[in-house]
């Protein structure tokens, strides 16, 4: 070919290669305008568009983004998706300490009630044998009232000791005629098991009662646990890849002069997955808490709900003591073959037989149970719509105020361009991460603190479900720093249940419709042109032959 012929067809050419170059640049005045409305200086933001081959996160077309800007944006996107993730904890938080103190305030709620109810029909039937020993059931409802609290109680021990110290009391009582020291009531009280003044009450009432509390503190505690839990996650800070990536998504739209378009939607879904790949994997631990939560929640309806028990302390207590000044002669003579009869008194008052022979039938009433079943409709409803928050908390996070939506597929940003993102979602959790394109994740490396939360809500769930057998336990050391009271804060739009998201991850290679984000694209002004190099060629070729 000729020079004349091979300029021809360069100069054709040119027009569609090239990069318009002449053309005028474009302005920066949106860019402008944005960035200082997020806070920043407008000090050495281009008035026009500027080549790009400074950048290092957004591609390196025109833009109008220095590198101080990017790295201002990417800090400013690390701020706002963590506090995204922060407020969304603290709304579950919020929906978990308010069934915790929905819970713990009815508990305790019981508990005094059950009391007064005692005091005052106590008074009423045994008069002053009920006045001189009330520090018996006083000292009976502080170990109950601490015990749900946490304390180290045993609870058996709790009961057993009460009706070791009501025995003692009543049998001075109906016995004034003798004086009985405490050598003497040793001996009784080694006679109870066999002789079981109280009758079938106190084992009866022990069974219950340690189940209904069992039940009701290990409840509150798994709430306070939960809640503990969702606050240490949610503070998790991301890492410098997920900064890159949330940058990217965020804002690097506006330094491509795209500001009006919103990120594609399963584009928002693979840099959230790939941001909260650890967080996810708390799912299955989370569920299972969940699911012995609710199994828990069993045990306050029926015959031995925990109100039920509580309120009805009162009445098995007084039966007991019935049961016991009926059958005191027959008890009497069993003891008194066992440990001798006890020497006389000197004298027995008119006010020690009146109270000898005090007692009646106690018709103490039974609350209605209507508040504690809407408590379990209300706590039942909202832990089965936080029960899969870990893995919605993506979608959550991808709403329609943030990208574009799936009917916007094909005007959206992908990444780079304004078109349809075509890379699969990935699924949840870390392992699941391994082929992530949008966020690069070392799967080999789990967030510790993430993996220590995981491992209390396995403690926190086997006490559930040693609770609902009614087996107690020990909550001391549930978590390193769980406080009573809990800490608040769910929305219903972040909690709010969704449909989960569930796509197949398949080892098969992918395709993409642009260039890995590893790889550097070049501003079209730093190219050197096809045609130019075949105009060079040709002056060299024209210069030889002449």
């Known amino acids: 070919m000729d020079f004349p012929l091979a300029f021809f067809f ?30 920043f200086s407008l000090s050495g933001v281009p008035q026009t568009e500027i080549s790009g081959e400074h950048l290092r996160v957004c591609a390196q077309g025109y833009t109008c983004c220095t590198s101080e800007m990017e790295d201002s944006l990417a800090s ?42 005692l005091q005052e029909s106590f008074l009423t039937i045994y008069r002053a044998l009920y006045s ?39 049998f001075k009582a109906y016995n004034p005629q003798y004086a009985i020291g405490d050598e003497y009531l040793e001996c009784v009280a080694k006679q109870t098991e066999t002789l079981r003044p109280f009758g079938d009450v106190p084992r009866d009432l022990k069974l219950k009662a340690t189940r209904a509390l069992i039940a009701a503190r290990s409840f509150v505690q798994g709430l306070t646990v939960a809640g503990e839990v969702v606050r240490k996650v949610s503070q998790v800070p991301l890492s410098p890849e997920c900064v890159r990536a949330i940058m990217k998504l965020m ?10 378009i919103k990120p594609c939607t399963n584009y928002c879904r693979n840099v959230m997955k790939g941001c909260l790949a650890n967080q996810a994997d708390l799912d299955t631990e989370w569920q299972n808490l969940v699911d012995a939560l609710l199994q828990v929640t069993s045990r306050f309806t029926g015959d031995s709900s925990v109100d039920m028990v509580l309120y009805s302390i009162p009445l098995r207590i007084s039966e007991a003591m019935l049961a016991m000044q009926e059958n005191i002669e027959v008890f009497n003579s069993k003891v008194f073959q066992a440990c001798g009869t006890p020497r006389l008194a000197e004298t027995r ?31 039942t409803s909202k832990l089965r719509e ?60 789990p967030d510790m603190t993430i993996r220590q939360q995981i491992m209390q ?22 978590t390193d ?19 989960r998201v569930i796509v197949p991850n398949t080892d098969r290679p992918k395709l993409y419709a642009y260039p890995a984000k590893n790889k550097k694209v070049l501003s079209t002004g730093s190219q050197i042109h096809p045609c130019f190099a075949l105009l060079l060629l040709s002056l060299a070729t024209l210069s030889l032959w002449r």
């Open 457 to 478: 809500l396995k403690i926190m769930t086997n006490r559930l479900k040693n609770a609902f057998n009614g087996n107690d336990v020990d909550f001391q050391d549930a």
């Open 481 to 499: 720093d769980v406080s009573g009271s809990g800490s608040g804060m769910c929305s219903d739009e972040v909690c709010a249940r969704s449909p």
């Open 132 to 170: 001189q020993n009330a520090h018996v059931f006083q000292d009976l409802y502080d170990e109950l009232r601490r015990y749900h609290r946490g304390a180290s109680v045993n609870l058996e021990e709790a009961l057993n000791d009460f009706w070791a110290r009501l025995l003692e009391r009543l």
């Open 10 to 39: 360069c100069f054709l050419a040119i027009p569609v290669f090239g990069d318009n170059t002449s053309s005028k640049p474009r302005s920066c005045s949106d860019v402008r305008q944005f960035y200082s409305g997020k806070g």
């Open 349 to 379: 008052s008119e006010e020690q037989r009146r109270q000898a022979n005090a007692g009646a039938e106690s018709n103490t009433p039974l609350p209605p149970s209507v508040k504690l079943e809407k408590l379990v409709s209300d706590v």
């Open 386 to 445: 936080m029960q899969q928050y870990w893995v919605q908390l993506p979608n959550a996070l991808c709403n329609d105020r943030v990208t574009a939506g799936m009917a916007n597929e094909d005007k959206c940003w992908n990444g780079m361009g304004r078109a349809r993102y075509l890379p699969e979602v990935m699924g949840d959790g870390l392992a699941s991460q391994i082929n992530n394109p949008e966020v690069e994740i070392d799967i080999t490396k």
């Open 251 to 260: 804002y690097c739209p506006h330094c491509r002069m795209m500001s009006s």
């Open 76 to 117: 400013l996107s690390k701020r706002e998706f963590e506090g995204l993730v922060k407020e969304a904890g603290r709304s579950l938080q919020s929906s978990l300490n308010g069934q915790y103190k929905n819970f713990d305030g009815y508990f305790l709620e019981l508990l005094n009630g059950s009391e007064r109810s």
